[in-house]
């Protein structure tokens, strides 16, 4: 007896010890600077163009596109509940046939249904226009009787189309195609070739976009650049444009009762915890291995070498961005009182952008009622998620996080992924960007532009399945994304500086004239 304890206890310690030499290692990589130079994104030319016939257009059909906005939202789409998807695709498809687009197609796939439209202008160059068409589930607690109403509400900032979707993403894109309308019935024609590919799944990941893409994948191959219209702005007007997302891989984790000797079936009464082992304390156990022990360093041995060094040109966009930081004020706006390690500024900024995330979205297992109930749990589940800067591929980062729990026995715990796809970046200087900086500094919003995001998207799909450069972004401001009382800005108030629906409009018509401009100039 006495020799099984000793077993038992040199190999708990030489699991500790294993843990604790990983931990060892977790370290960020120091990511020097070999530049000073800020990017001025103000030195970029204005966009000169003025397009009055569909700048009219626009401001006397406003009300009609409003009406097009509301349309859109009162058309439920919640792709996690399977609610609306279909005819949303098909309402997507029919307003791209009202439009004009000849070549229309709705794409059934595993999943939801995409929906892919051409429009051919007989111009010398191409865009292809990204969309979503699902919105999130509704929450209990929003300030109108009904989200899906496409109600106008009195807002701080004016009036406001508050809806879901109204913002994520419905009221940008209709926008966008109000746009396109407005230019069809004041010029008869468009300066650029429109495709629109649209998708009911990025809010479940984009499992099956691939699937969409694939029947015209070669004739979009050909296009010049791909867009995502999206409201941009701050409620002050401020304006970010991001080159890129960051890549994702996220997946559950889960013990359960077996061979380890914990309940198989069913809970059992908690007095047995003295016999029996705990799926819960296995689980939170094995994710705590994932990290150093303040939780705020990946001890996933290798992980954050896989991410690359910021470029120079990335590097003068962080100098510009950490110019003008404001760590403070967007802590106040996240509701925490300070960053990991109290770090700001370009330190920050480079945080953000190059480290990978592990994040634990929700954890779960036994009873969570009121008062008590004394058990022992026989599953425990978790959903996690990792962010990934470009470098860093979602097999890799899978492999090595089962490797790691592997190495720290952990076998038992199922890795289960549900969804993952890598980073994408679009240079500042091609000619999509450019014409973007161009029309913002038109209005007088000097963007500030980012090498990416923090959050992710699966635009991969354009910059690398399609190999095109991809922007996304627009003047308008919308909140309330995945939360209540989603809105979208229609008409400020006064002393709002953020764009208004025509304003927002009269911005897309000239974007598409000038990347023809920025496309064909040498």
Request: net charge negative; hydrophobic share 45%.
């Given at each position: 007896?006495?020799?099984?304890?000793?077993?038992?206890?040199?190999?708990?310690?030489?699991?500790?010890?294993?843990?604790?030499?990983?931990?060892?290692?977790?370290?960020?990589?120091?990511?020097?600077?070999?530049?000073?130079?800020?990017?001025?994104?103000?030195?970029?030319?204005?966009?000169?163009?003025?397009?009055?016939?569909?700048?009219?257009?626009?401001?006397?059909?406003?009300?009609?596109?409003?009406?097009?906005?509301?349309?859109?939202v009162r058309q439920r789409s919640i792709s996690a509940q399977d609610d609306g998807i279909d005819a949303m695709?098909?309402?997507?498809?029919?307003?791209?046939?009202?439009?004009?687009?000849?070549?229309?197609?709705?794409?059934?796939?595993?999943?939801?249904?995409?929906?892919?439209?051409?429009?051919?202008?007989?111009?010398?160059?191409?865009?292809?226009?990204?969309?979503?068409?699902?919105?999130?589930?509704?929450?209990?607690?929003?300030?109108?009787?009904?989200?899906?109403?496409?109600?106008?509400?009195?807002?701080?900032?004016?009036?406001?189309?508050?809806?879901?979707?109204?913002?994520?993403?419905?009221?940008?894109?209709?926008?966008?195609?109000?746009?396109?309308?407005?230019?069809?019935?004041?010029?008869?024609?468009?300066?650029?070739?429109?495709?629109?590919?649209?998708?009911?799944?990025?809010?479940?990941?984009?499992?099956?976009?691939?699937?969409?893409?694939?029947?015209?994948?070669?004739?979009?191959?050909?296009?010049?650049?791909?867009?995502?219209?999206?409201?941009?702005?701050?409620?002050?007007?401020?304006?970010?444009?991001?080159?890129?997302?960051?890549?994702?891989?996220?997946?559950?984790?889960?013990?359960?009762?077996?061979?380890?000797?914990?309940?198989?079936?069913?809970?059992?009464?908690?007095?047995?915890?003295?016999?029996?082992?705990?799926?819960?304390?296995?689980?939170?156990?094995?994710?705590?291995?994932?990290?150093?022990?303040?939780?705020?360093?990946?001890?996933?041995?290798?992980?954050?070498?896989?991410?690359?060094?910021?470029?120079?040109?990335?590097?003068?966009?962080?100098?510009?961005?950490?110019?003008?930081?404001?760590?403070?004020?967007?802590?106040?706006?996240?509701?925490?009182?300070?960053?990991?390690?109290?770090?700001?500024?370009?330190?920050?900024?480079?945080?953000?952008?190059?480290?990978?995330?592990?994040?634990?979205?929700?954890?779960?297992?036994?009873?969570?009622?009121?008062?008590?109930?004394?058990?022992?749990?026989?599953?425990?589940?978790?959903?996690?998620?990792?962010?990934?800067?470009?470098?860093?591929?979602?097999?890799?980062?899978?492999?090595?996080?089962?490797?790691?729990?592997?190495?720290?026995?952990?076998?038992?715990?199922?890795?289960?992924?549900?969804?993952?796809?890598?980073?994408?970046?679009?240079?500042?200087?091609?000619?999509?960007?450019?014409?973007?900086?161009?029309?913002?500094?038109?209005?007088?919003?000097?963007?500030?532009?980012?090498?990416?995001?923090?959050?992710?998207?699966?635009?991969?799909?354009?910059?690398?399945t399609l190999d095109l450069p991809f922007v996304l972004g627009g003047l308008g401001h919308g909140s309330g994304?995945?939360?209540?009382?989603?809105?979208?800005?229609?008409?400020?108030?006064?002393?709002?500086?953020?764009?208004?629906?025509?304003?927002?409009?009269?911005?897309?018509?000239?974007?598409?004239?000038?990347?023809?401009?920025?496309?064909?100039?040498?």
């Amino acid at each position: 007896m006495q020799s099984k304890t000793r077993f038992r206890c040199c190999t708990l310690a030489l699991l500790v010890g294993a843990l604790m030499a990983t931990a060892a290692h977790a370290a960020r990589p120091e990511r020097t600077f070999q530049t000073d130079e800020a990017f001025d994104a103000a030195a970029v030319p204005a966009y000169a163009g003025d397009h009055a016939a569909a700048y009219a257009r626009i401001d006397a059909d406003l009300d009609e596109h409003v009406a097009h906005l509301q349309r859109w939202v009162r058309q439920r789409s919640i792709s996690a509940q399977d609610d609306g998807i279909d005819a949303m695709a098909r309402l997507v498809a029919d307003d791209l046939r009202g439009l004009g687009f000849r070549d229309v197609e709705l794409v059934e796939t595993p999943g939801h249904p995409g929906v892919l439209g051409y429009y051919d202008a007989g111009a010398p160059h191409t865009l292809v226009v990204y969309m979503m068409y699902d919105v999130q589930p509704i929450e209990a607690d929003w300030q109108i009787g009904d989200p899906f109403a496409g109600e106008l509400v009195d807002h701080e900032l004016g009036t406001v189309l508050m809806a879901r979707g109204a913002t994520n993403q419905k009221g940008p894109q209709r926008a966008f195609l109000n746009a396109v309308d407005a230019m069809l019935k004041a010029d008869g024609t468009l300066p650029v070739n429109l495709y629109v590919v649209a998708e009911g799944e990025e809010e479940l990941g984009s499992p099956n976009f691939g699937a969409v893409l694939e029947p015209w994948i070669d004739r979009l191959r050909q296009a010049d650049g791909a867009f995502f219209p999206a409201n941009a702005q701050t409620s002050a007007g401020e304006i970010a444009l991001p080159l890129g997302v960051k890549g994702i891989v996220y997946f559950e984790l889960e013990a359960r009762g077996g061979e380890r000797g914990g309940p198989m079936r069913a809970e059992i009464h908690g007095s047995y915890k003295a016999l029996v082992d705990s799926p819960a304390l296995r689980l939170v156990q094995a994710i705590a291995s994932l990290t150093d022990a303040d939780g705020n360093t990946i001890a996933v041995p290798g992980y954050y070498d896989q991410v690359r060094a910021p470029s120079l040109d990335e590097q003068r966009l962080i100098n510009a961005l950490a110019a003008t930081a404001d760590d403070a004020g967007v802590q106040r706006q996240l509701g925490v009182s300070r960053w990991i390690d109290g770090i700001e500024g370009r330190d920050a900024l480079v945080r953000l952008l190059y480290d990978p995330t592990l994040n634990i979205n929700g954890i779960w297992s036994g009873y969570g009622g009121e008062g008590m109930m004394t058990i022992l749990p026989h599953v425990a589940t978790a959903k996690i998620d990792s962010r990934l800067p470009p470098g860093l591929e979602p097999d890799v980062a899978e492999r090595m996080i089962r490797a790691h729990l592997d190495a720290g026995g952990f076998e038992d715990v199922t890795l289960r992924r549900l969804s993952g796809y890598p980073a994408a970046a679009t240079g500042v200087d091609t000619p999509l960007v450019q014409a973007s900086i161009g029309v913002f500094n038109k209005y007088g919003v000097v963007p500030r532009v980012s090498p990416w995001l923090a959050g992710s998207a699966p635009f991969y799909q354009f910059t690398r399945t399609l190999d095109l450069p991809f922007v996304l972004g627009g003047l308008g401001h919308g909140s309330g994304a995945h939360a209540p009382n989603e809105y979208m800005v229609i008409r400020p108030a006064d002393g709002v500086n953020a764009a208004g629906l025509a304003e927002v409009e009269k911005a897309y018509v000239d974007l598409l004239h000038a990347l023809a401009e920025q496309a064909g100039a040498p």
